[in-house]
């Protein structure tokens, strides 16, 4: 297949199109950040790219603590106002009817209407150009309680979440998989064939069990500093 060479350039994709909430339940503020993403699994990082000349920089710098609130599909157009227009000179809740609650452990609030809201506390700021990177600790994490299953599981495929790929706003779309099951084994049940010498080999063939045996994943959970509403929750995976 051709390929045609670009310039360099921040061409990641899809991105997730955050609101982020800083300040506090008196003073806040609200603005787009898709330059973001996660850094570490243990202890739970992540950072937001963020230029200074934006009215939120320096909220930031001063309560050193944000909100990544996750946006559904149906909150498209106020993603976009309160990532085009400034703070500085209106209050972008008000005027997107958004809603401010307080938030578990940090100051900004959490938007209601974002299903899925991380809350981090920043431990490193590094100019990179034409942003600095916030880097944080994710503190506490909480989700709209439709969204998580009597086991704990939070359900994406049912938050509709918002993506964002080179200026353009998609939806998420259909669930087509989901992490290691590429290396699944067809189920016993499906498959039930004599445990002959020559089922076993030709098991063993089986493009399914050549790849490297799946490491023995002990089930996560957000610590209980990170408990939602009293819940746990399964940490997401990498
Ligand atoms: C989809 C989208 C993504 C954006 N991503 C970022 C970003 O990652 N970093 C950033 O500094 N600004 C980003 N912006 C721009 C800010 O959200 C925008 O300048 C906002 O008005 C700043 O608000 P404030 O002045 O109230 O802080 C983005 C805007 C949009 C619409």
New binding site residues.
């Given amino acids: 297949m051709k390929r045609k060479n670009l310039s360099p350039g921040a061409l990641t994709a899809p991105l997730p199109?955050c609101m982020v909430t800083v300040g506090d339940m008196e003073k806040n503020?609200?603005?787009?950040?898709?330059?973001?993403g996660i850094l570490a699994t243990v202890p739970p990082k992540t950072y937001?790219?963020?230029?200074p000349?934006?009215?939120?920089?320096g909220?930031l710098g001063v309560g050193q603590e944000f909100v990544i609130n996750l946006p559904p599909a149906s909150l498209v157009k106020e993603?976009?106002f309160?990532?085009?227009?400034?703070?500085?000179k209106m209050d972008?809740f008000e005027r997107c009817s958004l809603t401010r609650v307080k938030s578990q452990k940090v100051s900004p609030p959490t938007v209601a209407e974002c299903p899925i809201a991380l809350e981090c506390r920043v431990t490193e700021v590094i100019s990179m150009g034409s942003?600095d990177v916030f880097m944080a600790d994710i503190v506490s994490v909480s989700c709209h309680d439709e969204l998580i299953d009597s086991e704990g599981k939070i359900h994406f495929e049912n938050a509709d979440l918002l993506a964002?790929a080179h200026g353009e706003?998609y939806t998420l779309g259909e669930r087509i998989g989901r992490f290691g099951f590429s290396t699944d084994k067809p189920r016993r049940q499906e498959n039930k064939k004599p445990k002959t010498d020559e089922n076993l080999k030709a098991e063993s063939k089986s493009p399914f069990y050549e790849s490297a045996p799946r490491a023995k994943q002990k089930k996560k959970t957000v610590s209980d500093k990170g408990k939602p509403h009293g819940k746990r929750i399964k940490a997401g995976k990498e």
């Fill in positions: 199109p503020n609200i603005l787009t950040v898709a330059w973001t937001i790219s963020v230029r000349s934006r009215h939120s920089h909220m993603v976009d309160v990532g085009i227009y400034t703070g500085a972008k942003h964002y706003y």
